[in-house]
């Protein structure tokens, strides 16, 4: 990944060439943590660029922000209007949009309070989290010696900086040992989410994967996964899951805005189904595409254009 092609940053207002989009080191959330961030994609569609759920995704963002006690100095639909100005001003097609309210520079006590509140905007054209071909092909996965931390430690389902040095660690050691992805268990041994993404499994033509209980983040991807099955006439079930079921399952891939709908072929070296992506698995990720794409009326609300189809960059 690099973030070739992007020539603007959006910071507490205004635009920055990307060069200059810069923080000074004694900035609180690069010591501690102390922030909160979206991640969002726009695609590219028959009406121009979209913006994929911005509404749930500022929302949540909204959310993750309360819960971190950062009142952000934008309204949602100023981020929403920043975030599209920012698409344009770069001229992408689509891309993938990074959202950052945080902690700036004051003083480095753990206490942020005296520290301000900083809003910035990332968007570069990213493919695929694991690779073009991770979602044709699928990837390789290891339960992680981490586990991952309970909610009543940090709320998983706030998506705040500082939280991520779990999913460090276990990526770290998943790719370590040679593997692309870690899937954490909870504190109990059930299973949580990847590094930063969810998980479903499929058994006999039915879909199962887990919800908040489990100290995972509620995935936007996730939930519309969990829609574009169901509509499709797949049983979702939504239950705690052990890991002996990731590897007695037919089916396994992972949800994630980065990501997408990527397969897992292959866990702790034991191979998943086939070890290809299984037959159920393409038809949701191939109706997924359609959506994302415009191409589904019926899903056309979890699309914003971006630009006017007039406006669409050549
Ligand atoms: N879990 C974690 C820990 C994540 O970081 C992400 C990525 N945001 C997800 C799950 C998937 O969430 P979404 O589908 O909203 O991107």
Redesign the pocket.
Known sequence: MSFAGAKWVWMNGAFFPWNDANIHVSTHALHYGSGVFE?IRCYNTADGPALFRIAE?LE?FMYSARTHSLAIPFAPDQIEAAISELICRNGFKSCYIRPLCYRGSRELTVNPRRCPIELAILAWPWEPLHGSSSVQSGIRACISPWKKFHSSMMPATA?ASGQ?VN?ILAIDDAVEKGYDEAILLDVDGFVA??????LFLVRNGALFTNDEKNS??L????DSIIQIARNLGYTVTIAPLRAADITSADEVFL????AEVVPVCDVDNTRIGNGECGRITRRIQEQFTRIVSGQDAAYRHWLQPVYRASEVPA
Do not use: F, M, Q, V
């Open positions: 991640g995704h949540r998506k991520y999913s989410e990847a590094a930063a993404e969810n995972i983040l995935g936007i991807t996730r949800t994630g805005t980065a």
